[in-house]
């Protein structure tokens, strides 16, 4: 596969697109000798570029109504959505938790880079 002439690594990692103050929190599972799951969550800062997929919208549905949303991240995390022992990581932004559903190699723009694909986390009653 020929290599793009587009390399988009000095954008990507300019101070003017780049947000430093992401989180993630990443899931370990692990089965305990009863067969039951034990989670153990870390939460990590890391920097990237959010782009906001269209915004907030609301979507009435037969049974209620949901705010639904998606941002895209481009970064040089290794973030997953879900691996043999450990869920989908969350990423908050802007006071906002996403799951990440699709990871995506983008080092043909830019050498290390991921483009992560991230959904709105339902909202839970409190």
């Known amino acids: 596969m020929a290599r793009p002439l587009l390399d988009v690594t000095e954008v990507l990692i300019d101070p003017m697109f780049q947000d430093t103050e992401i989180l993630y929190?990443?899931?370990?599972?692990?089965?305990?000798?009863?067969?039951?799951?034990?989670?153990?969550?870390?939460?990590?800062?890391?920097?990237?570029?959010?782009v906001q997929n269209g915004g907030d919208q609301l979507k009435r549905l037969e049974d209620?109504?949901?705010?639904?949303?998606?941002?895209?991240?481009?970064?040089?995390?290794?973030?997953?959505?879900?691996?043999?022992?450990?869920?989908?990581?969350?990423?908050?932004w802007q006071g906002r938790q996403y799951t990440v559903m699709?990871?995506?190699?983008?080092?043909?723009?830019?050498?290390?880079?991921?483009?992560a694909i991230c959904d709105l986390r339902p909202l839970t009653p409190a």
């Not at 040089?76 to 989908?88: C, D, K, M, R, V």
């Not at 699709?102 to 483009?115: A, C, I, M, P, Q």
Request: proline content about 0%; overall charge negative; glycine content about 10%.
């Open 102 to 115: 699709k990871v995506l190699d983008w080092s043909t723009y830019g050498t290390g880079f991921r483009h």
């Open 25 to 50: 929190t990443r899931v370990t599972e692990t089965v305990d000798n009863n067969g039951l799951a034990q989670h153990t969550s870390t939460t990590t800062q890391f920097a990237g570029v959010v």
């Open 64 to 92: 209620g109504s949901r705010h639904t949303d998606s941002i895209d991240i481009y970064t040089l995390t290794n973030l997953i959505s879900g691996e043999q022992g450990w869920t989908a990581d969350i990423v908050t």
